[in-house]
């Protein structure tokens, strides 16, 4: 009852939700890549069960907190410095995740529709949930960090995760569709899906880079292509009246 009644527990509760899905961004733009690859008849079941994959792993890692604070502790030193197992899955997940972006931009410039479509025929739901997954954990951990540094109530923890996977599964698939209708989208959120990749692995050499200069900047380009768009879509129009 003192968990409800509290207002900290609210007030951490409202602040961890919208940090959690201020930090999933990245998730649902990868999601919504890595599922436009499928036939659409599959897309809404792949961002689904991906983010509610992203949703139980970050619930466990909560529930093993011991293991997650482990993860922090020096495995061995390089160099004169630390690395422990929290750099390691960094530096992985950050070099997955600008191999697969620059594989992706590779394919939409050099490849052309043919290339295109022979990679949604080859692709398959579970290679697209191995590959989210892997990502997943990525995500969730330094979700999970965040959340534990915030907020003291492990409940407090769940129900914001539960609250902005909840979002993000409502938000993915307007998300996708606007990803998969406009190519320049695309090709800016593969950019900065690059980007996101790169602090990754700069984290796992323990060079801090603030998130808030990457989403200032995803924000602001976001903004500009919401520009472009409104322009082209008002030259169309000029176009069509005149003819």
Request: net charge positive; proline share 3%.
């Given at each position: 009852?003192?968990?409800?009644?509290?207002?900290?527990?609210?007030?951490?509760?409202?602040?961890?939700?919208?940090?959690?899905?201020?930090?999933?961004?990245?998730?649902?733009?990868?999601?919504?890549?890595?599922?436009?690859?499928?036939?659409?008849?599959?897309?809404?079941?792949?961002?689904?069960?991906?983010?509610?994959?992203?949703?139980?792993?970050?619930?466990?890692?909560?529930l093993?907190?011991?293991w997650?604070?482990?993860?922090?502790?020096?495995?061995?030193?390089?160099?004169?410095?630390?690395?422990?197992?929290?750099?390691?899955?960094?530096?992985?997940g950050?070099?997955?995740?600008m191999?697969?972006?620059?594989?992706?931009?590779?394919?939409?410039?050099?490849?052309?529709?043919?290339?295109a479509?022979?990679?949604?025929g080859?692709?398959?739901?579970?290679?697209?949930?191995?590959?989210?997954?892997?990502?997943?954990?990525?995500?969730?951990?330094?979700?999970?960090?965040?959340?534990?540094?915030?907020a003291?109530?492990?409940?407090?923890?769940?129900?914001?995760?539960?609250?902005?996977?909840?979002?993000?599964?409502?938000?993915?698939?307007?998300?996708?569709?606007?990803?998969?209708?406009?190519?320049?989208?695309?090709?800016?959120?593969?950019?900065?899906?690059?980007?996101?990749?790169?602090?990754l692995?700069?984290?796992?050499?323990?060079?801090h880079?603030?998130?808030?200069?990457?989403?200032?900047a995803?924000?602001?380009?976001?903004?500009?292509e919401?520009?472009?768009?409104?322009?082209?879509?008002?030259?169309f129009?000029?176009?069509?009246a005149?003819?």
């Open positions: 009852m003192n968990l409800i009644s509290s207002p900290e527990n609210w007030t951490a509760l409202l602040t961890l939700t919208v940090l959690e899905i201020v930090l999933g961004i990245d998730n649902i733009v990868f999601i919504a890549i890595l599922s436009g690859k499928l036939p659409a008849s599959q897309q809404a079941r792949a961002r689904t069960i991906g983010l509610s994959l992203a949703m139980i792993m970050r619930i466990l890692l909560l093993a907190l011991t997650i604070m482990g993860l922090t502790a020096p495995l061995f030193t390089v160099l004169e410095r630390d690395v422990s197992g929290r750099d390691l899955i960094l530096l992985l950050g070099a997955f995740l191999w697969k972006s620059t594989h992706e931009i590779h394919q939409r410039l050099e490849g052309g529709p043919e290339a479509r022979a990679a949604r080859a692709a398959t739901i579970g290679g697209v949930l191995v590959q989210i997954a892997l990502l997943d954990i990525v995500f969730s951990l330094d979700s999970v960090i965040t959340a534990v540094g915030m003291n109530q492990i409940a407090v923890m769940i129900a914001a995760i539960v609250l902005a996977v909840g979002f993000m599964i409502f938000a993915a698939g307007p998300v996708s569709t606007f990803v998969e209708r406009h190519p320049t989208v695309k090709m800016l959120a593969l950019s900065f899906l690059l980007l996101i990749g790169f602090t692995i700069a984290e796992g050499l323990g060079q880079i603030s998130k808030g200069y990457i989403y200032f995803m924000a602001f380009s976001v903004f500009v919401f520009l472009n768009l409104r322009a082209r879509k008002a030259h129009k000029q176009s069509a005149g003819d």
